[in-house]
């Protein structure tokens, strides 16, 4: 007999409509499309600010009438019939937002980054352990087709041992313009930002394939202390956009640099600028140089955790001795393989995230709230960096 599906409270889909929106609308695009389809498991909960808001959600994602609907965080902890929590609300919410629901000692899924920073990301998961909780946060990069198919190539031996490693990337975001839609990407104690969102989630993908940093330094920038707010249907902007807020104060840095040595002394440098890539040029671009030739990741799209398919990322192999080829994969299929994920034919973006929620149900491995703090660990440690720099005129 099939065992039952589990059971979930989803903190933050939003019911209003998408122009009177603020945010990524992440829970809706990202959670909801796996969470709907999938038979093991079950949304048997939502959370909103109010239960105005949670009913609204529920009747535009045309949902179960049995939903519960609850505007506190204390009210869906005590509901015996909520196996595991989910929450998607913006970063400086999540702790007051789960906390509850961590004294209660349910499962529970954030989102990134944990927290807006280490101390009470540390607080978080610290609490979770000492309460029994199963966590997860939602550093999917690993589980992207794309870099799984590099991991392969690269751990295969096909290029022989790793030498190097370098990245350049456009961030879409923190340009001379910001989105309404993440306009809180200019203030640095909200947490969510082009540094602990994208430059992170980048990282990620590059340690799962060529390893953990024994050693490493940053340097930050910030190159617009003002930013123009402006609409936009995403949360995305473009200098053409109708401005709502003229020159916003911005304490964030657009201009990202990073260079480390893995534990297998692979050297790796990585610059990630603010706002659009030049005309015609891809938004990133990863390469990893070996001993017998060098792969090459390029991808239109700024955020190559999400596992975009070709021609989106594009991936050649370069070997010594047999040439240049494109590396093609499989759409939704991860390691040559098609499992349950793919056979639900999700959205893109959705992907990433029903790995987790698969390799969970499973017992398998998913990063959990402990891997986390290492992760915010690195990014308060680059925010300490680039403050001492400021103090010394070095950086702005």
């Known amino acids: 007999m099939s065992p039952s599906p589990i059971r979930v409270g989803l903190i933050g889909l939003p019911g209003i409509p998408a122009d009177k929106y603020e945010g990524t609308n992440w829970a809706a695009s990202a959670h909801l499309p796996y969470l709907i389809k999938s038979p093991h498991y079950e949304i048997v ?6 239960v105005a808001s949670a009913q609204a959600s529920k009747v535009k994602h045309g949902l179960n009438s049995n939903v519960k609907t609850y505007g506190k965080p204390e009210d869906l902890a005590a509901d015996p019939d909520v196996d595991m929590v989910i929450c998607s609300t913006r970063v400086d919410l999540h702790f007051s937002t789960v906390k509850p629901s961590i004294l209660a000692g349910k499962t529970i899924f954030v989102e990134w980054p944990l927290e ?8 978080m998961s610290l609490l979770a352990t000492k309460h029994g909780c199963k966590t997860i946060v939602g550093l999917q990069g690993s589980f992207a087709e794309p870099i799984r198919e590099i991991k392969g190539l690269v751990d295969g031996g096909r ?6 490693s370098t990245m350049f990337a456009a961030l879409g975001n923190s340009g001379r313009t910001e989105s309404k839609n993440v306009r809180y990407f200019l203030e640095r ?22 390893g953990e940093f024994k050693t490493w330094n940053s340097f930050l920038i910030n190159q617009h202390p003002t930013k123009d707010i402006v609409e936009s249907s995403n949360y995305m902007s473009t200098t053409d956009s109708t401005v709502v807020q003229a020159s916003a104060p911005n304490n964030v840095p657009d201009q990202h640099l990073f260079q480390g040595i893995t534990t297998s002394n692979i050297p790796f440098s990585m610059h990630r600028r603010g706002g659009a890539p030049f005309p015609g040029t891809p938004a990133v671009e990863w390469r990893i140089q070996g001993e017998k030739g060098e ?16 021609p989106c990322i594009k991936i050649e192999l370069f070997v010594e001795g047999e040439g240049v080829s494109d590396v093609h994969w499989v759409d939704g299929e991860i390691d040559g393989v098609r499992d349950e994920v793919t056979e639900l034919r999700l959205p893109v973006i959705a992907r990433g995230i029903a790995r987790l929620y698969e390799a969970s149900r499973k017992g398998e491995w998913v990063p959990d709230w402990q891997w986390a703090v290492k992760r915010h660990e690195v990014v308060e440690e680059m925010w300490k960096r680039y403050d001492e720099d400021s103090e010394k005129g070095l950086a702005v």
């Open 189 to 210: 104690g909200v947490g969510g930002n082009t540094l602990s969102i994208h430059f992170w989630h980048a990282l990620e993908c590059v340690v799962s394939v060529i």
């Open 159 to 164: 290029i022989g041992k790793v030498l190097g």
């Open 295 to 310: 792969i090459r990741l390029t991808s239109s799209d700024y955020f190559i955790h999400m596992g975009h398919p070709e």
């Open 45 to 50: 909960a939502l959370l909103n600010s109010s």
């Open 116 to 123: 807006s920073n280490l101390s009470l990301a540390r607080e």
